[in-house]
């Protein structure tokens, strides 16, 4: 595993062959099977407890691990830890929630002196890909829910950030998971649609792009319960009314946060056309104070794209959004290998690139 930022080896994980997944496909199929052996709701709590504490004493460590692969800031990476911690004590609260309730009965003569009611049980093996730009969180959200309800779960984390998954799937045992409830598996795309589709699986949680995730929907086994959580380009919309001064923080943090690379993104603002001259020209003072580089230094606010690959590509389609006459304000240029400068283009065209697909780069685009 390597450093998003400049190639340094940042760790090494064990590659998991397609054999090897239908094993861990296998594995935790047994496990739910065994219903005997299933782990009890005030254990689930426990366990769950536990790893919390353990990640609470490891802030530190796990926001550089987090940071070293995935290339997000240390201080958004340190956040990013923090709300995992966050996410587990929501999931301890939900179990005490898993309840069923009371069906009407006595309303019919076939249903008098009768008593009916529903209970929840876990639905089976869930399988959880995951994607690259917030590792740890991402596995935490997709692993442990799974456990809290008592469902097996294997998760196979991007390839680019495997570190942090497993990480979370290590930490789960030494709260006290045993083994074979939660595992990580890094493979590639065979073994990744091996996971997806088998019909040992009962759900599968998918994070990632809009023509993987649909794929691998049309292909799951008859039954599988499916979540895809995909990315977008949902605009930003600025009245005359809007306090400017308030939003500039937002929507620069928005736009540039993790260079962009967040599903949520603030990609496209529409403002209104008496204040869109303020708005642009102080959104580009903005980008252009941003520190940009290491991910790991504490200063750095814009890190690494993933990989060079995407620098190449956001060049390319802000070179385009130019050439359909974008006004390029700030930025526009590549500063390294993995480092874009954040970028403010204004009024780019309806069908540049920029405007029409999700740019998971540091590009903020403003329209008037």
Same mark, same amino acid.
């Given at each position: 595993?390597?450093?998003?930022?400049?190639?340094?080896?940042?760790?090494?994980?064990?590659?998991?062959?397609?054999?090897?997944?239908?094993?861990?496909?296998?594995?935790?199929?047994e496990?739910?099977?065994?219903?005997?052996?299933?782990?009890?709701?005030?254990?689930?709590?426990? @366990?769950l407890?536990?790893l919390m504490?353990?990640?609470s004493?490891?802030?530190?460590?796990?926001t550089?691990? &987090?940071? #070293?692969?995935?290339?997000?800031?240390?201080?958004? #990476?340190?956040?990013?830890?923090?709300r995992?911690?966050n996410?587990?004590?929501?999931? @301890?609260?939900?179990?005490?929630?898993?309840?069923?309730? $009371?069906?009407?009965?006595?309303h019919?003569?076939?249903?008098?002196?009768?008593?009916a009611?529903?209970?929840?049980?876990p639905i089976?093996?869930?399988?959880?890909?995951?994607?690259?730009? !917030?590792? =740890?969180?991402?596995?935490? !959200?997709?692993?442990?829910?799974? @456990?809290?309800?008592? &469902?097996?779960?294997?998760?196979?984390?991007?390839?680019?950030?495997?570190?942090?998954a497993?990480?979370?799937?290590? @930490?789960?045992?030494?709260?006290?998971?045993?083994?074979?409830?939660?595992?990580? *598996?890094?493979?590639?795309?065979?073994?990744?649609?091996?996971?997806?589709?088998?019909?040992?699986?009962?759900a599968?949680?998918?994070?990632? /792009?809009?023509? *993987?995730?649909?794929?691998?929907? #049309?292909?799951?086994?008859p039954?599988?319960?499916?979540? +895809?959580?995909?990315?977008?380009?949902?605009?930003?919309?600025?009245?005359?009314?809007?306090?400017?001064?308030?939003?500039?923080?937002?929507?620069?943090?928005?736009?540039?946060? !993790?260079a962009?690379?967040? &599903?949520?993104?603030?990609?496209?603002?529409?403002? !209104?056309?008496?204040?869109?001259?303020?708005?642009a020209?102080?959104l580009?003072?903005?980008?252009?104070?941003?520190?940009?580089?290491?991910?790991?230094?504490?200063?750095?606010?814009?890190?690494?794209?993933?990989?060079h690959?995407e620098?190449?590509?956001?060049?390319?389609?802000?070179? $385009?959004?130019?050439t359909?006459?974008g006004?390029? +304000?700030?930025?526009g240029?590549?500063?390294?290998?993995? &480092?874009?400068?954040?970028?403010?283009?204004?009024?780019?065209?309806?069908?540049?690139l920029? /405007?029409?697909?999700?740019? =998971?780069?540091?590009?903020?685009?403003?329209?008037?």
């Amino acid at each position: 595993v390597t450093s998003p930022f400049d190639g340094r080896v940042v760790g090494s994980v064990p590659f998991t062959t397609v054999e090897q997944v239908q094993q861990a496909i296998d594995t935790a199929h047994e496990r739910f099977l065994d219903v005997d052996n299933w782990i009890p709701k005030y254990k689930r709590v426990e @366990i769950l407890e536990n790893l919390m504490k353990i990640m609470s004493s490891q802030v530190e460590e796990l926001t550089i691990l &987090c940071a #070293s692969e995935g290339g997000k800031p240390y201080i958004d #990476s340190k956040v990013e830890i923090q709300r995992a911690i966050n996410g587990i004590k929501i999931a @301890i609260e939900q179990i005490g929630l898993q309840e069923g309730h $009371e069906i009407a009965m006595g309303h019919t003569l076939s249903s008098a002196n009768r008593m009916a009611y529903t209970m929840k049980e876990p639905i089976g093996v869930v399988a959880a890909i995951s994607a690259f730009n !917030h590792p =740890f969180n991402l596995a935490v !959200h997709q692993v442990i829910p799974a @456990i809290a309800v008592g &469902c097996s779960v294997v998760i196979k984390p991007a390839t680019q950030t495997p570190m942090s998954a497993i990480r979370v799937v290590e @930490i789960l045992e030494e709260a006290g998971l045993p083994k074979g409830w939660a595992q990580a *598996v890094v493979c590639d795309r065979q073994g990744g649609e091996l996971l997806a589709t088998s019909p040992k699986v009962n759900a599968l949680t998918f994070i990632g /792009s809009g023509a *993987v995730g649909w794929y691998l929907n #049309s292909k799951v086994a008859p039954g599988t319960r499916v979540a +895809l959580e995909h990315g977008g380009v949902a605009p930003v919309i600025v009245e005359a009314d809007a306090n400017i001064d308030e939003l500039i923080p937002s929507i620069g943090k928005g736009g540039f946060y !993790h260079a962009g690379q967040v &599903c949520v993104s603030v990609q496209r603002v529409f403002v !209104h056309e008496s204040i869109v001259d303020e708005v642009a020209s102080k959104l580009a003072t903005y980008a252009s104070k941003l520190v940009v580089g290491d991910q790991l230094d504490p200063k750095t606010e814009v890190g690494p794209l993933i990989n060079h690959n995407e620098v190449n590509r956001v060049e390319e389609w802000v070179n $385009e959004a130019v050439t359909k006459g974008g006004k390029i +304000l700030v930025g526009g240029k590549r500063i390294s290998d993995s &480092c874009y400068e954040p970028t403010v283009i204004l009024n780019p065209a309806d069908d540049a690139l920029v /405007s029409t697909k999700e740019v =998971f780069g540091p590009v903020v685009c403003i329209y008037s």
